[in-house]
């Protein structure tokens, strides 16, 4: 029996409290993310029970139980404290998937301050946006990725220290110091900040189409629905050893990579190597891995490698696997049935989102293809594209839309009032992401609704890309679209036109990709780059990358005046 029971009762009769009531939670009671996902745990009599088991690039196993992590956490939160760190301080985690990521935003969240976690292969162009924004206070990174901190550290006035908590570097800058957890003092006790319902937890950067990525501002109450998504989506239990193959510079890597196993007191197995498939399949056998949950475009390159390989592992611990970040093909869905034995279940949330929204359900009969229904206690549409009423009719295309009140829903894109309020419109939240609904009620992902380009389950901003390449000295205009790629769903292509005196050539590409690689990441990397005369603009000068998308993937370029007249 699946602990979401049958799903549409659940829909039925489910409203919030029971969420908090979950996590044993009564009005008024004390609330810490931090304190939930270690002290709590270790009352509830699991202080010896694994919390992490760390597996690094070379193999190096480490272990943590919750008294592990609630020691820990607490050192990081006593020396972020001593460091002059207050209530409110955004502190960002820059790190490779090292346990210190884990432990360091659990210390953050106890000192009341919010962790701010940027994807370790950012570049400094990447990182100076965001840490600008943020007003970022402190930076948690290691000697392997310090130095691009150091590149932009003069041109932010609010980043008092950069910590190093890995490695030690040769020389150390100014504004810079040495912490390292094992060696330090270790503080058993530590009163987390006693936090509201309503207390800023954690900031994670989305991208859009225009302008800049945006903060997405998350509280603590969020942490009611990832605990009760992961119990009834994920269908974690005691005895499992789950892992969530997420990076917690992204939102799955938080809400479900540390968060909501943690809120129940499972044990998670992290990998901190890239994907080589021999060495995935060993760590499932390895660590008797039961849940796992990864992104389609990991599914896919899995696929690729065919199912001899698969036989080489005995995987027999898994029981159940899911899959978010972009569509979850029906073929992948076929594929994992036959190849493991079991089906992947798509889910479908945002930054914005904090959890789970729309979602398969163990014990619901999955239609491969598409994203299944809304959770409890989550009311979802589509709405007409236009009137943004919603869509009466099955199988019509509209933009998903849920109404908002759910606890781990975004509070606000930070400093950003503007795009916020733009989010919603007669009563919802608007995803930005087009969709049908058929006539049981099952959704079906369309598209994005922007021009927001999915890389392997990673947004990128065409704007952040474009901007980045016009700091090129040979660009004079460009244009990123995303276009079609059989493993990754798409790739980021450029297309540029160059300032008199340039002449386009082979390596101009690349010298073009590799600028954007180190500025930005290997992510926003333009895999093509086509070199042009002009682009096209609309009368006010709008570059519209609506047509260049069209005619990367065979569509018709559809109905322009109105973008011409803009
Ligand atoms: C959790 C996460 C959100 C965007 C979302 C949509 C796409 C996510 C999906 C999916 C199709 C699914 N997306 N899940 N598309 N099927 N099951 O990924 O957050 O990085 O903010 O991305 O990803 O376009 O709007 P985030």
């Known amino acids: 029996m699946s602990n979401i029971g049958n799903y549409e009762e659940r829909y039925k009769t489910f409203d ?110 990447s990182l100076i946006t965001r840490l600008a924004n943020a007003e970022t206070k402190v930076v948690l990174t290691t000697r392997k990725h310090v130095s691009k901190v150091r590149k932009i550290k003069a041109d932010l006035p609010a980043l008092k220290h950069i910590v190093i908590v890995e490695g030690e570097p040769k020389k150390m800058g100014e504004g810079e110091m040495l912490f390292n957890l094992e060696a330090a003092e270790k503080v058993e006790e530590f009163t987390s900040f006693a936090a509201d319902l309503e207390t800023p937890s954690l900031l994670h950067y989305t991208s859009g189409t225009t302008g800049q990525p945006k903060g997405a501002l998350h509280v603590h109450s ?43 007191g499972i044990t998670q197995v992290v990998l901190d190597a890239g994907f080589i498939p021999d060495r995935w ?48 093909n029906a073929e992948a869905v076929h594929w994992s049935r036959q190849a493991y034995g079991l089906p992947f279940y798509d889910t479908f949330w945002q930054t914005e989102t904090g959890s789970i929204v729309i979602s398969n359900y163990p014990g619901m009969e999955i239609k491969p293809g598409s994203m299944g229904k809304p959770f409890p206690g989550i009311t979802a549409t589509v709405l007409d594209l236009k009137t943004h009423e919603p869509v009466a009719e099955p199988g019509k295309v509209g933009l998903i839309a849920l109404k908002p009140g759910w ?60 901007s980045a390449l016009l700091e090129h000295p040979a660009v004079a205009e460009s244009a990123a679209v995303g276009k079609p790629d059989e493993v990754n769903m798409e790739v980021v292509k450029a297309f540029v036109a160059l300032k008199p005196g340039h002449e386009p050539s082979d390596d101009l590409e690349l010298d073009i990709m ?49 973008l011409e007249n803009d």
């Open 222 to 264: 969020a942490i009611f629905a990832q605990a009760i998504t992961t119990r009834w989506v994920l269908d974690l239990n005691d005895s499992d050893i789950y892992w969530c193959t997420a990076d917690p510079g992204w939102v799955t890597g938080t809400s479900y990579g540390i968060i909501g196993p943690w809120s129940l």
């Open 407 to 466: 606890p781990s829903m975004f509070r606000a894109y930070w400093r950003n009032e503007e795009v916020y309020k733009s989010k919603f419109d007669k009563g919802w939240y608007i995803c930005g992401d087009r969709a049908s609904i058929d006539k049981d009620g099952y959704f079906w992902f369309v598209g994005r609704d922007d021009d927001v380009i999915n890389t392997g389950g990673h947004l990128v901003g065409p704007f952040e890309i474009e």
């Open 281 to 328: 399949y060993k760590f499932i056998q390895d660590h008797k891995v039961t849940v796992w949950y990864s992104a389609p475009t990991a599914i896919r390159m899995l696929m690729k490698q065919g199912e001899e390989i698969v036989k080489k592992y005995d995987l027999s611990s898994l029981r159940y696997l899911a899959s978010v970040g972009e569509p979850l």
């Open 16 to 125: 919030w409290s029971q969420a908090k009531e979950h996590l044993g939670y009564s009005e008024g009671d004390f609330l810490n993310i931090g304190y939930y996902c270690s002290d709590r745990i270790c009352e509830q009599g699991k202080a010896d029970k694994l919390a992490l088991i760390w597996e690094g690039p070379d193999g190096t196993l480490k272990r943590y139980t919750f008294a592990d992590i609630r020691v820990l956490s607490n050192t990081y939160a006593k020396f972020l404290k001593d460091l002059g760190v207050e209530k409110g301080d955004r502190v960002c985690i820059f790190a490779d998937r090292i346990p210190d990521l884990y432990i360091s935003l659990l210390g953050i969240l106890k000192l009341g301050a919010v962790a701010q976690p940027l994807f370790s292969a950012f570049g400094p162009e």
């Open 514 to 562: 590799n600028f954007i690689r180190k500025r930005l990441s290997p992510l926003a990397m333009p895999q093509e780059i086509e070199f042009v005369s002009s682009l096209p603009k609309t009368r006010s000068g709008k570059i519209m990358r609506r047509v260049l998308r069209a005619q990367e993937w065979g569509e018709p370029v559809g109905d322009l005046s109105t």
